[in-house]
Every structure is written in structure tokens, then in C-alpha cells.
């Protein structure tokens, strides 16, 4: 930083030491802002924990394949990363480099890439980047999830999802979470598989740090059908909950109308939600699963009191289509977890009307889903007007540490 | 910020140049200059979104959709007479002239009052 000059003996103006931020900023300047907020808004007083945030497992892709299982398959994927330039971060994912649409084209360069400079020591990269944000923002724990491997649930290959599911997690358990307390996750599940389902809450469902399992970005798949029962029951059993990780596509036949990126986010993330809470609900499995925690990911909010009001419409005069059900189908909403993430607030009345809706004192929970590019830091939560201090309290941290028993 | 406003310089008219900014930081508050069409703007470097760092953001023209006599699109355009700041967080655009997002009046910047002698550039706040 250098100085420009003294003035009157009384204030001073320096250089600010990054004039644009880009992908090799690091992430503390980035987030200085937010920072700055943990004072304003007193947040060092709340346990806020994080329940959606992401690390980038890019870098680490190689350390990943060598984690799978079958030789041949392994081999496949390697020979992949060597030969094709593009693919030496992705083989066998489901990511297509070309539809990376998230960023406004540069416009927010920490979606794009945390390249920042980190000291080669034995910490894993990922790890660094993780704590920087967390304590950027004030957050005491994170869950923390995949970015690329998020896609997994569109991906055309079952054997491969599998593979690369069991791959993933086995690296993440062994390489990230052991490290750090304060990181937790909820694992992926290869969900067009129920025996494969079966075998990962088998393998990971008493591992320090895995808080629960969960389904990502599928959304072909009716998650009512009768093969799944054991896979909930399992995790029902367990005390363990189950989420559900949104995740768009724009090759929907909705979507697929869609010419801007706009569209599509705002559209797809949500009816990927929407489309397995009524299988959900209809087919009567909170009936059937009472005790089996289910939380909503990263589809903000608004689209739960439309759900609310949709579902029990068709109820009432349908009531033979979903015999299961005893009560209306937002009674059982409003007994789901939800997280904040992208939190709509442009309307504040429907906000509050959208808090009340869900419960949110005791069903809410705050996440950031940072690093990516339409990420809320926790002043999003501390500062709404209409919530009491406990409700704040709540959301930012103390419902998570209840469900997750953190 | 203080109570009372000060006059603070903060550089040579050349450190802000044309279609550039300059970032500083006086005690705790930050603070972005920029030129562009030869008039200086500047603004506190918080977002009207959610208080992120905006005037370390990418500096970019407006962009416009061409729509021809009959009403079809032809496609998107840069409108160079209109000079954009874009906060890095999330994306929310500023007209740099006025500190407006062109899709909501009431999401703006707080403006800092900047002025230029022969010696350089001052902001006061």
C-alpha cells in the first residue's frame, strides 16, 4: 500500500491495495467487506453456521480418480485427464466448460476461480480457502459440498456416478474433513442406485463430520418410487437427514426455451425442488418417514408458500389422489428444513409473509453458498427488521446445531 | 466516516484517468474515484445490494438490446455513452455518472463529493 500524501496533519488518503478485484484475489479482500459487517452487526455473538458451501474440487481432481475403485475404470479417467487438455480437471464429470454462464461473464470473478496465492505447506489448499471465508464471514462451522460433482445427478452414465460418488466422498473424508472441526458435510448419494445408496450410508454414516446424506441436482428421478423406501428408512433410522441439493440444467424441456442464463437460474434450481417435494408430499412419505428429517437447498424461499397454497388447493378436492396424507400438505411443509440461500427480499412484505409461512424460527436455516456468484453473507440474516433476536439466532446457527447436533 | 466532513487529497489528477478509477482508503472508509467523459464521480466503496467491495468491481459500458423498426432483437450491444461499475459480490451495475442501477432507482450509491485543482484530485466527506 502506498501513501499519497498527508493532508492538513489531520486525514491521509492511501492507495487501496487491490484496485480490481479479479480471480487472484484473495479471498479475505473480497470479503473484507463482510468482515467489516461481523463488528456492525455483533456477529462474533451468534454461533452462525453455514449449512451450503462450496469447495472447489478442480485442483484436487487427480488426487479424486485416484480414489476409484475399479482399476479399469480409474485408468479411463486418468488417461482422460492426460491426453485431453480440456479435461484434466473434469474427466468423468458432468461439467460442460462451455455453459459457464454463472459469472456474468466476468463480472463476479470468485465464481470463475479461487486462484489465489496460498503457501505450499502440508494444509491442503481447499482447506485454506475454506477457513479464509469462514472467517471473513464469522462462521463458526460450514457444511461444505462439492462444485462440479454437484452435477453428478444429471450425469448419462449410472456405473460412472457411482464410481465417481464412492471416489469423491472417499477423498473428502480422507483428505478435508479429518482436518478441520469447524468443516462438515452432507454427503452425495448415487441416487439412481439404491443398493449403491445403501452401501455409502453404510460406509460413511458413522464418520465424524458427515452430518447426513443427500441428493444433487437429480431430477428425473421420482423420488416417491418404492425402491428408495430402504435408502430413507435407512437414513430415518440412523437419525441421519436427507437433503436436497438443487441444481439446474438448461436441456429441460421448459428450459430449453430459454435463451438467457437469467432464465434459466432462476427457473431451474427451484422446479428441481418443487417437482420432488410433491412427489414428496403426494405420495404421503412424511406419513410414512416421521421421524426422517428432509431439508430444502438452494432454492431460496419464495417458492415454498406458492407450494403451500398450490398443493392444498388440489388437495382438497383430490384427497384420493394422496390418501396417505391426514393433514394438508403445508402442514407438512411447514415441518421441513429449509435453507436461506438466495434469499428473495425485493418484496419485503412477502418476505416476512414468506418467513411466516415456513416457520422460519425453527425450520430455517442461513447458508452463504459462497464461493458462488449469487452467495448471502450472514448480515443478510442479522439484518432483517421484521425477526426477532432469537428467530435471528436461530437461523443463523442455532437450528442447524440442533438438527446436526453440532 | 467523521463527524465533520474533511477535504482530503488523494492524488494526482493523472492516477484517475479516463475510463479508470482509484481505489483509497482514508482511516477506515474506502473510497472509489473515477473519470470518465472527463468529469471525476466517486463513491464509497459499499454496495446497495448486500455492502459489497463495488468499486473494486469491473468497469464496463452498459449493455443495450438492439430492437429493429419491426420490434425483432438483433441482438445485444455495448452503449459506450453510458459507463458501468459492477460490484464483484453479486453483479449489481451502477451507471458510474449517477451511482443508479438503471433497473431500480432506489438501489444507489452513496456518493463522496470529489473536485480537481492544478495539484490533483480531493475528495471530501
Redesign the interface.
Known sequence: ?SK??L??G???????K????TTRTDSRE?L???R??IARYHLDDYFIVDVDAHHVEFDSWSEILDHLENPVLRHNAKSMTQNWPNAKQLAFSNHPVGMTFQD?F?????QCELGEHVDKTDEHRDLTLVRRAMDSMGIKMQIVFPQPMLEMGLHPEPDIVTAMTFAYNRWFTKTILPREKRVKTLLCLPFHDPDACMKMIQEFGETPGVVGFMITSQRHAGVHKNMYMRVYKELEERGLPLAFHAGPTWGDTMTSTMNRFLGVHSMSFVTCNMTHMTNWIVNGLPERLPKLKVIWIESGLAWVPFMMQRLDHEYLMRQSDAPLLKRLPSEYIREMYFTTQPLEVTIPHMLEATFKAVNAETQLMYSSDWPH?????P??IAGIPFLSEQAKRNILGETARKLFHL | M?ATS??????ASA?VPEGG???????DT?IGIFRFQGQLYAYL??CAH????VC???I?PRVTEVIDPGGESRGFAFDESSLHI?C????F?YDIKTGVHPGRPSARLIRVAVDETSEGVY?TF
Open positions: 500500500m499519497v500524501e493532508t492538513n489531520t486525514a491521509s488518503a492511501t492507495e487501496h487491490v484496485q480490481q478485484i473480497i473484507a467487506n463482510a467489516r459487517d456474468v466476468g463480472r463476479i470473478p470468485h456468484w449469487d452467495f448471502d453473507v448480515s443478510r | 467523521p474533511q477535504r482530503v487529497y488523494v492524488g492516477r478509477r482509484l481505489v483509497v482508503d482514508v482511516g474506502t466503496n459499499t448486500q455492502g459489497g467491495p473494486q468491481g469491473k464496463i459492477v464483484p459480490w453479486h453483479g451495475e475528495v
